[in-house]
């Protein structure tokens, strides 16, 4: 064999090694691609997405969209091929892995996490719906996510109310998590519950919490319930989390409590985190879920004024889908009020 084809057949075997490596080799980071959307004013299995009780309700066409993003988990492999691709391609984007993830997340903790987020961004946009509307409720502090295979799983339920702990009664979150840490690691603490209108009495046996060993925790996760004059059931799919889905949900409580149709048989798309106040909060993928707000027939936007510098010059056509900037549920409700009255109206823009 001569040297020209020892160099050939040497350089031939480093190229096909260099492009096996880029194909396998896993880079730290995480990929943004857009995702199935919903609407929240359909049905799924012949069942309404968001179904309301105890009030009356006004069920009527077009499309609340939801909005979701697919992103590589903290578990998943990214190659050099897979980033190259995803770095060129307007609908997708390319995030270091550390950005999005903590170190010690695993994608099912991301899941569970996502679904917490979720029950939480639901009660919130309840809430939100129902103030704009004029309604009443109180609050309590109340279990908000369990986690899998932790001491409070098969103890505790999501929306199981805190009375009292270790007979000390509950009056904020702050309080009910310093009683459950005072307690010995792995001695029980006595939980007084309310669940479904019943009160309950729990002893469990705690463990030490992860961030202090000398501090008790029961991995559950905790926060603000609320108790609504009207019960609100949101099927979008378990696997649908986070926060970002929060304002469309308040919008279709909204329109289904109130005469008339809020989109006029029109297909509107929205995201953004919301509070019990309505405000409006920022959330990430912004330009993916452009892309599929748009993809799905998507004619009007309503984009948190938090992302306007990521939505200015976005992959979307102006021309198909008009963006418009919110920053409260009352704000958004006028702005679809005005575009299907006038889809040239004047409208807060980024």
């Known amino acids: 064999m001569s040297r020209r084809t020892t160099a050939s057949v040497v350089g031939f075997v480093l190229l096909v090694g260099c492009l ?18 919903v609407n929240l004013l359909g049905k799924s299995d012949k069942r309404e997405i968001i179904a309301v009780s105890g009030a009356k309700t006004y069920r009527d066409g077009g499309d609340l969209r939801l909005l979701t993003v697919v992103p590589t988990g903290p578990d998943d492999t990214v190659s050099l091929l897979g980033a190259l691709s995803a770095w060129v391609r307007p609908d997708q984007a390319v995030y270091r892995k550390s950005d999005i993830y903590a170190t010690d997340q695993t994608s099912d903790s991301v899941e569970e996490q996502g679904q917490v987020d979720m029950v939480d961004s639901q009660d919130s946009a309840v809430a939100a719906a129902l103030t704009q509307l004029g309604y009443t409720f109180t609050t309590s502090v109340q279990v908000l996510g369990i986690q899998r295979g932790g001491p409070g799983d098969g103890a505790l339920e999501v929306h199981d109310q805190l009375v009292s702990v270790n007979g000390t009664a509950v009056s904020d979150i702050a309080g009910a998590v310093k009683d459950i840490q005072a307690v010995k690691p792995g001695s029980r603490v006595r939980l007084v519950v309310r669940r479904s209108g019943k009160t ?108 306007c510098d990521e939505v200015r010059g976005g992959p979307y056509d102006s021309e198909r889908m008009r963006v418009v900037k919110v920053s409260t549920l009352k704000g958004a409700i006028a702005d679809v009020k005005a575009w299907t009255s006038d889809h040239d109206a004047k409208l807060p823009a980024c």
Do not use: C, H, W
Not at 26 to 36: K, W
Not at 245 to 250: D, E, H, N, V, Y
Not at 289 to 297: D, E, F, I
């Open 20 to 37: 096996l490596a880029a194909a396998v080799v896993p880079l730290p980071y995480t990929i943004y691609s857009p995702g199935p959307t």
């Open 200 to 307: 309950q009495t729990l002893r469990v046996r705690t463990v030490a919490s992860q961030a202090d060993k000398t501090k008790s925790a029961l991995e559950v996760t905790i926060g603000v319930g609320y108790d609504f004059p009207i019960d609100v059931d949101v099927r979008v799919g378990d696997n649908i989390g986070g926060p970002s889905a929060g304002m469309m949900i308040a919008m279709t409580v909204y329109d289904t409590l109130t005469p008339g149709s809020l989109t006029k048989g029109a297909d509107v798309a929205g995201t953004g985190t919301i509070d019990a106040k309505g405000q409006v909060g920022g959330i990430g993928g912004i330009q993916q879920k452009l892309v599929a707000a748009q993809r799905a027939g998507a004619r009007l936007f309503l984009a948190p004024a938090d992302n």
